[in-house]
């Protein structure tokens, strides 16, 4: 058994602990037993004096007084005197020894271990209980005294001195016994207090064993308690512990998956413009271009490569900050129908290109809604945009505004190509692209959808996707009303 270890330590504490706490008690027993055994004692004693002091007032014959007395004190082991009002011994019977008409007299060990004013309180018509060693018997004594009137009603005192011996032996063997209860005791509790504190340390070292996998990075250990005491408390405790701790590295893991995919997409996003820019470069460098109507398409292009590198910058900066918590956009009562007309103004060129035909179906008295009229009227370019681009000539576009509640609900509905199912839950995610056959010339940078549902998260909103193959595709986006709107 080790010495530093929980075991031990509970085992040593607990048996310290029983050790005095029977000890403390075994001492208060056997003093409360000492002292009880002498108040019977004394008690006993008193009894006695007072019927020696009756046979005394009643027995005129002094030798058949003496006679009584010896039988008493043989009856009791005592001695027994008794006093006339000087002092003098008029009877003395016990112990082998006899000091009859004697003067009471201190110096005598006899008469040990009262003192004068033992006697001064006895004819004063007290009695006196008095407990020491008398060197005449070389014992210690318990010595009574009872003051009584004889039948002349002069002043008596009878004294009466019993050895303690008997009644310390009795007392030693209570005190034997209590020692050998309390060393069982002792040994009892030691043992008990061993499996007590195995017990307890059992779950604390189950604990340590999961404490060291997670340290190893092992989180799918638990402690496995059922006590709602504070060991299964900290069980409880350290089994969320390492959950959350399992989640958050998944978590880390997760972020540094997408750490990679997006460093490995902003560079192949990055890559595409700057070819194309460095081969029109070098074609006109070489002084490959035959007229200046080639040497300005090819400026044109790299123009366009350009604002297309600005975008994605823009774009990438947008939204790290909203994922950062950072919607640092201005709110205010917006009119979604003067918005969504200014949005289709500058998609009507591209619609008109597409040859698809727009439904509006606007709620006459739409209430405002509070926003960042720029941001939203980002959000709607993309999706709308998103439409018209996957949705072939001839198709339907239909965009259903109405208020339900606090609400307000856009809905943009499209009768395009659709997004696969396995497609679906991944559109919002950076730089995803369902349609992995689209050419430059169709698509953005992958972050409209990203940077759509941050916008209507930032502004307290919605947005949800459903969609079928071949069918077509419905945005849903919700914004809360303002709640100054009047209509």
């Not at 309180?121 to 004889?150: E, M, Y």
């Not at 002069?154 to 008997?166: D, F, G, K, Q, T």
């Not at 020692?179 to 779950?203: C, D, E, H, R, W």
Request: aromatic letters at 4%; proline letters at 3%; hydrophobic letters at 40%.
């Amino acid at each position: 058994m080790r010495l530093n270890n929980i075991v031990t330590k509970l085992w040593v504490i607990m048996t310290i602990l029983v050790l005095v706490v029977i000890g403390i008690a075994s001492a208060a027993q056997t003093s409360f037993m000492e002292g009880m055994y002498y108040q019977q004692q004394a008690r006993q004693l008193n009894t006695l004096g007072h019927k020696i002091a009756d046979i005394a007032r009643a027995e005129k014959d002094p030798a058949a007084l003496d006679s009584k007395v010896a039988m008493i004190a043989s009856l009791y082991n005592a001695n027994v005197m008794i006093l006339n009002e000087k002092g003098r011994v008029i009877s003395c019977q016990g112990m082998g020894i006899s000091t009859k008409d004697m003067p009471m007299d201190m110096n005598n060990p006899h008469h040990g271990p009262l003192n004068m004013q033992d006697l001064e309180q006895l004819f004063s018509g007290r009695a006196v209980v008095h407990k020491g060693n008398n060197p005449f018997f070389n014992t210690d004594v318990l010595s009574v005294g009872i003051p009584f009137k004889d039948h002349d009603n002069s002043n008596r005192a009878v004294i009466i001195h019993a050895p303690l011996e008997p009644l310390a032996d009795q007392l030693s063997g209570l005190q034997r016994l209590t020692i050998n209860t309390a060393v069982g005791g002792i040994i009892l509790a030691a043992l008990l207090s061993l499996i007590f504190s195995q017990i307890i340390s059992k779950p604390l070292i189950k604990m340590n064993q999961v404490a060291l996998e997670m340290a190893g990075g092992n989180y799918r250990h638990k402690v496995d308690i059922q006590s709602n005491d504070e060991i299964g408390l900290l069980a409880n405790s350290l089994n969320t512990l390492a959950s959350r701790l399992q989640e958050k590295i998944r978590q880390l893991e997760l972020q540094e998956q997408i750490r990679r995919e997006f460093v490995t997409n902003v560079a192949h996003e990055i890559k595409t413009p700057l070819t194309i820019m460095q081969g029109f470069t070098e074609t006109m460098v070489d002084g490959l271009v035959k007229d200046e109507k080639e040497r300005e398409v090819y400026l044109n292009n790299i123009l366009d490569e350009i604002n297309r590198l600005k975008r994605l910058v823009n774009e990438v900066l947008d939204l790290k900050r909203m994922e950062e918590g950072h919607f640092d956009f201005d709110k205010e009562p917006c009119d979604l129908r003067s918005l969504l007309a200014r949005v289709l103004g500058k998609l009507t060129q591209l619609i008109e290109q597409k040859g698809v035909h727009l439904d509006l179906d606007i709620e006459k008295k739409l209430p405002h809604v509070t926003c960042n009229s720029d941001r939203i009227e980002r959000v709607f370019i993309n999706l709308i945009d998103n439409a018209v681009r996957h949705t072939p000539a001839g198709g339907r576009i239909s965009i259903h505004v109405a208020s339900k509640a606090d609400q307000v609900h856009i809905r943009i509905h499209d009768t395009g190509t659709g997004i696969s199912p396995e497609d679906l839950p991944m559109i919002w995610e950076r730089f995803y692209k369902a349609d992995k056959s689209r050419n430059r010339s169709q698509g953005g940078t992958g972050l409209g959808l990203a940077i759509v549902k941050r916008i209507i998260e930032g502004h307290g909103g919605q947005v949800n996707v459903e969609s079928k193959v071949n069918e077509g595709t419905s945005f849903t986006v919700v914004l809360p009303v303002n709640p100054c709107s009047v209509g």
